[in-house]
């Protein structure tokens, strides 16, 4: 169980200033660790990439199998669960590329992402990837792999948080160069519907579900937030 640091109002205080920001409608690729992180962190982005009929490949690292101890079909469950919220999203299922990489275990398997992004990764491209600080060694792998391979073919590369806000403080994200993105009333619905497809984040019995309310106010906010 996850109890944040600093509370939604101090984030706020800290955050609504931050520079406005617009994304280019330029191919797209988003690299995702774990089933959710897309909606959580960059739904609103993906959603309106897509209106701008760019084209978004999605990245999905892992199945998010380990989430729970009781985790038989997990991974199924949540590549379903994910395969629908990017359908709300605007991403059809042909333009997510499953690695399969272990859960919690991706600094393991870097080398392997590292040559699937090389792969995938082109000069022309906007890599969005968690923040190397991002306070999940799944998110920091990834963020490292993102930025080898960016800076390797000099691809675009912004990075974006979701555990930074629950377990960082407001210093954590002091010198970076943030900027935010405001959402429509018509991208906060398509998110918030996304979400729900993640049911099995949201409940869990008999354990604590992994994105109880308190941590979910990130992905609700009205504006979505980038370190450029
Ligand atoms: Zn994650």
């Not at 955050?15 to 959710?36: A, N």
């Not at 009781?70 to 590549?79: V, Y």
């Not at 080398?111 to 995938?120: I, N």
């Amino acid at each position: 169980m996850v109890v944040p640091l600093v509370s939604e109002k101090e984030w706020a205080n800290r955050l609504d200033g931050t520079p406005l920001w617009v994304p280019e409608g330029k191919p797209t690729i988003v690299v995702v660790p774990h089933p959710d992180d897309e909606t959580l962190a960059v739904g609103g982005l993906i959603a309106t990439l897509r209106a701008m009929d760019a084209e978004v490949t999605v990245v999905a690292v892992t199945d998010g199998e380990h989430a729970y101890i009781e985790n038989e079909g997990l991974a199924e469950i949540r590549k379903k669960e994910q395969t629908r919220a990017l359908a709300r999203l605007g991403v059809a299922e042909q333009k997510i590329v499953r690695l399969g990489l272990t859960d919690s275990d991706v600094a393991a398997h870097e080398e392997e992402l590292v040559a699937r992004l090389g792969t995938l990764i082109r000069a022309e491209t906007q890599v969005f990837a968690p923040w190397a600080g991002d306070f999940h060694p799944d998110h920091e792998a990834c963020a490292r792999a993102a930025v080898l391979v960016s800076r390797a073919v000099g691809a675009t590369l912004i990075s974006y948080f979701f555990w930074t806000w629950h377990r960082g403080t407001v210093a954590t994200v002091d010198g970076l160069d943030l900027c935010r993105f405001p959402l429509s009333e018509e991208t906060l619905r398509a998110k918030g519907e996304a979400l729900a497809y993640h049911a099995s984040q949201l409940r869990h019995e008999p354990e604590p579900e992994i994105l109880p309310e308190n941590l979910l106010w990130p992905a609700r906010m009205s504006y979505e937030l980038f370190a450029l």
